[in-house]
C-alpha cells in the first residue's frame, strides 16, 4: 500500500517536473524589445524633447497593452529615453550609448544638428532610426538606408512660408536672421532662395545662436531697412524674446516668419503677452492635428497622460514607434538587421499620415500647415 502510495507521489512529483520543463521555454518565450529615444530633456529646449519623449512612451504603453507577438513570441516594448541636450556631441554620444545597449531601433533626435551627426553612428552599428522632427534635407542625402524621416523637410517649409508671404500677404520686403545651427540656416537659407525667386527684396540677412535672449542690436540694424516681415529660422525659446523686443523697438507691424522650431503652443508663454505675437506665421511639416481623423482623439489621450505639455512632434514620434513596430511585424523579427530593410516599404496609418517612405528616407507625399496665433491659441491657416 504504502509502496504504491510513494509511486503515485513520485508520479505526480515526475510530471509536475515535465511540466514546468516545458512551461520554462513559455516563459522565455516573452522576447523585450527595447526602442531608443533621443532628445532634448533638459536646457532650453527641454519642452521639446520632453514632448517628443512622451509620445514615444505613450506608443510604447499603448503596445504593451494591446499584447503584440512577432515572429511567434510574445513582445514586451521598453523605452530607452536619452537626453542630448540639443548638443551635437551629447548627441553622438547618446547615439554611441543606444548601440551600446543594443537597443532594437531609435526615434529621435529632435534637432538637425544633434540628428545628423547621430545618424553616421546608428548608420555603423546598424540601427534602424526613425527621426519625427529633423528637417534639414542635408540628413537623408548622406545615403544612409537605415534613415526615414517622418515630416515635410525644410524646402517644404522654406519654400511654403515665402509662397504664402507672397501670394497671400503681398509683402515687398522682408529680412532673415538664424541661429546658425544646421536646422536654423537650412531653413533660413531656403526661405530666403524663395523669396528672392518670387521678387521678394531681402533687405537684410542677420546672425545669431541658439543661447541668445537680446536681438536688440539685430533688430535695430533691420528696422532701419523697413522690412513688411522678419524670417526667424531658430526655436521658440528665442523667438519668444525676439517677439518682446519687436514690439519693444516699434517693429509692431511686421511679421515674424518661422519654421516648425517656432510653431509650438509654449511660444505664446515665451513671448510674455507681446503684441506682435498675433504676427506670426509659422510652419509644421504634417497636417494639423484637429483635420486628422484620429487626430482629436488622440491627443485626448495624450492630454489625459501628460496634461498640459503638448508641443509640436509627439505625435510623429508616436507614429515613428509604431513605424518601427509594423516593420518588425512584417519581418517577423524584431533584429535591426532583418525588420530594417522593411521600412523602406512602409505602407502605415498613422495619426500624422498615411506613412510611406522614398528610397531615400524621406516621407512620400508630406503635408504642411501653416499657423498664427489667434486670441491666444496656435490656429492653423490651410
Known sequence: ?????????????????????????????????????????SGPQAHYGRDNENGARMAVDELNAQGVSIGGKKVTFELVAEDDAADPKQGTAAAQKLCDA??????????????????????????????????????????????????????HLGAGLANYATDTLK??????????????????????????????????????????VDFSAILTAIKAKKPDGIFFGGMDPQA???????????????????????????LMELSSGAKTLSNVVCAVGGASLDKLPAGKAWRTRYDAKFPNQFQVYSPYTYDATMVLVDAMKRANSTDPKVYGPKLVEANYQGVTAKVAFEPNGELKNPAMTLYSYKEGKKVPLN
Do not use: W
Open 102 to 155: 543594443k537597443v532594437n531601433g531609435v526615434v529621435g533626435h529632435l534637432n538637425s544638428g544633434t540628428t545628423i551627426p547621430a545618424a553616421k553612428v546608428y548608420n555603423q552599428c546598424g540601427l534602424p532610426m526613425v527621426t519625427p522632427s529633423a528637417t534639414n534635407p542635408e540628413l537623408t542625402q548622406l545615403g544612409y538606408k537605415n534613415v526615414f524621416r517622418l515630416l515635410a523637410n525644410d524646402n
Open 1 to 41: 500500500m504504502s509502496g504504491s502510495l510513494l509511486s503515485a507521489q513520485a508520479r505526480l512529483a515526475l510530471a509536475a517536473a515535465v511540466s514546468a520543463a516545458l512551461a520554462a521555454p513559455m516563459a522565455h518565450a516573452q522576447v523585450v524589445v527595447k526602442i531608443g529615444h533621443v532628445g532634448p530633456v
Open 171 to 212: 509683402l515687398k520686403k522682408v529680412a532673415i536672421i538664424d541661429d546658425r545651427t544646421a536646422y536654423g540656416k537650412g531653413v533660413a537659407e531656403v526661405f530666403a532662395k524663395v523669396a528672392k525667386e518670387r521678387g521678394l527684396e531681402v533687405v537684410s540677412q542677420q546672425y545669431t545662436n541658439d543661447k541668445a
Open 240 to 266: 519668444g524674446p525676439m517677439l518682446r523686443q519687436m514690439q519693444q523697438l516699434g517693429l509692431s507691424k511686421a511679421y515674424l516668419f518661422g519654421g516648425d522650431g517656432i510653431c509650438t503652443d509654449k
